[in-house]
């Protein structure tokens, strides 16, 4: 397993093409509290399922409140942020296609290295 740092969060990766996978990775996401995610839209489907604490989770400009148990599906191609703003970290496992990638407001293009 490896860990990453990005925006205030930790991935930890679990399943991706550097771990012998041809089609799926999976990474447990850690969200520190009080951080506000950072905008992107996501090239390929994405799947989170909380695990533990608490996150807004916007898509498509449309904010919902996930807790624990509960699955936010965030479609290809949509414009995707989470917020902890709770006291709590929140945990959650997602998954998605090898080669998934993120492309900020600002155009920026993020090929995070846990989905390669």
């Known amino acids: 397993m490896q860990v990453h740092r990005m925006h205030g969060s930790e991935f930890h990766s679990y399943v991706s093409p550097s771990s012998g996978s041809r089609e799926l990775c999976a990474w447990r996401l850690e969200v520190a509290p009080g951080t506000r995610g950072v905008p992107h839209r996501v090239s390929k489907e994405e799947i989170?399922?909380?695990l533990e604490g608490e996150l807004t989770a916007?898509?498509?400009?449309v904010a919902t409140t996930a807790?624990?148990?509960?699955?936010?599906?965030v479609p290809a191609?949509?414009?995707?942020g989470i917020d902890n703003t709770s006291?709590?970290?929140a945990t959650a496992w997602v998954t998605t296609s090898v080669g998934l990638q993120a492309t900020l407001?600002?155009?920026?293009?993020?090929?995070?290295?846990?989905?390669?």
């Open 58 to 61: 916007t898509v498509d400009g």
């Open 67 to 73: 807790r624990a148990g509960d699955v936010v599906l």
């Open 77 to 80: 191609g949509s414009a995707f």
């Open 87 to 89: 006291p709590s970290t």
């Open 48 to 50: 989170l399922l909380l």
């Open 105 to 116: 407001d600002s155009g920026e293009v993020i090929s995070p290295p846990w989905t390669r």
